[in-house]
């Protein structure tokens, strides 16, 4: 499956950005999806997943409790909506899809499809 993040820029601590992510197939619903991000000098790192219905969802404690992973199947789009950003939360982030969320959120070395990165970076 092909992946078009978009949403990224410029913001400043504190605000709030809402990234999202297209999927170019119709069996999008049969995916589970997450989002990864990295740093400059830092390795990929798994933020958020949700599974192909919704019913489970992930998160990276770094961002629990200020982003919000959701998909759209209608859509074919997987959003994160981020909120009380900080300057930590700098980086390039990353949509990725599976057809299983075990893989996206404990080895997503073998995650089967990635999108091309969207920019965020957080100004303090």
């Known amino acids: 499956v092909q992946l078009q993040a978009s949403g990224g820029g410029l913001v400043q601590a504190g605000g709030s950005l809402k990234l999202s992510c297209a999927a170019s197939?119709?069996?999008?619903?049969?995916?589970?999806m997450g989002w990864f991000r990295q740093a400059p000098g830092k390795v990929r790192e798994f933020v958020a997943a949700?599974?192909?219905?919704?019913?489970?969802?992930y998160y990276a404690d770094s961002v629990s409790g200020r982003f919000t992973i959701s998909r759209d199947n209608a859509k074919n789009t997987v959003y994160l909506q981020m909120s009380s950003l900080k300057p930590e939360d700098t980086a390039v982030y990353y949509c990725?899809?599976?057809?299983?969320?075990?893989?996206?959120?404990?080895?997503?070395?073998?995650?089967?499809?990635w999108g091309q990165g969207t920019q965020v970076t957080v100004s303090s």
């Open positions: 949700i599974s192909w219905s919704g019913g489970s969802i």
């Open positions: 197939e119709s069996t999008f619903s049969m995916y589970a």
């Open positions: 990725a899809a599976d057809p299983e969320i075990h893989t996206i959120v404990v080895e997503y070395d073998a995650v089967g499809s």
